[in-house]
């Protein structure tokens, strides 16, 4: 199944008290390479942009005056990402966002739901790192992924970021790796990107060096295998049995 990295910007939080969708991105992957095909519209609305909103993305409702209205491009949208994974950090909030959206525009699409299957980054962090802080920054801190453009929240931004940070979340042993190499200034996650996205690539990302540790140290870092794991490690069952 094809996925979408999917992101909005709102005029502020609350739907009921008349908040809309002004901004809405969506890119696509497919077997974990991003092909790059993208969709990304602003959108005119009558609703004013809360101040709170504007101090998070910057978005004017004289910038949107010129752009289209929702329901002009909800087609475009919907074509796009039907029959896909899409993929979004706080699924909640932006589903609700466009459901709504739907609702007020000659809803023929239903929900989203009906369309596509939803990950939401958000749950699926908490459950990997719980008791830590979860939003996309602090994600893009711990994974190593470049968010230094990012002054501002901006959907189309946000959704390539979001891209980054999922392939490194999900990209299996690698989670091990990080929690090491995370501040070696040459180790990034575009490095890790590249080599899994190209199973051919003999490239070395990491210069792998020989530690030997002492009984404390090997006792500890077993520990936190069996913590990661979530289960004893195979050499120390054996060794238990022995």
């Known amino acids: 199944m094809r996925q979408m990295f999917v992101d909005i910007e709102t005029t502020g939080l609350e739907i009921k008290k008349g908040n809309r969708i002004i901004e809405f991105a969506a890119i696509e992957m497919d077997q974990r390479k991003l092909t790059g095909r993208k969709i ?13 909103a504007l101090k998070v993305h ?45 609702s007020l525009n000659k809803n023929i699409w239903g929900r989203v739901e009906n369309h596509c299957k939803v990950l939401d980054t958000l749950l699926l962090a908490r459950k990997k790192h719980p008791g830590q802080r979860n939003s996309l920054d602090a994600l893009c801190s711990r994974y190593g992924v470049n968010n230094k453009n990012r002054n501002l929240h901006g959907a189309l931004l946000d959704s390539e970021i979001l891209s980054d940070v999922y392939l490194m979340m999900t990209g299996g042993q690698i989670d091990l790796l990080l929690q090491d190499v995370n501040e070696d200034k040459n180790f990034s996650a575009d490095k890790i990107r590249e080599r899994f996205a190209d199973k051919n690539s003999q490239q070395e990302f990491i210069d792998l060096k020989t530690l030997f540790p002492n009984s404390p140290e090997h006792e500890k870092y077993l520990s936190f295998i069996d913590d990661v794991s979530k289960e004893k490690t195979l050499w120390r069952n054996f060794f238990h049995e022995k």
Request: net charge negative; charged share 20%; aromatic share 16%.
């Open 40 to 52: 990304h519209f602003y959108f005119n609305t009558s609703a004013p942009v809360e101040k709170e």
């Open 58 to 102: 910057g978005i004017t409702n004289q910038f949107l005056e010129n752009h289209p209205h929702f329901y002009e491009k909800m087609d475009d949208i919907m074509h796009f990402i039907k029959n896909t994974q899409i993929i979004i950090h706080n699924a909640s909030f932006d589903i609700s966002f466009l459901n709504n959206e739907l």
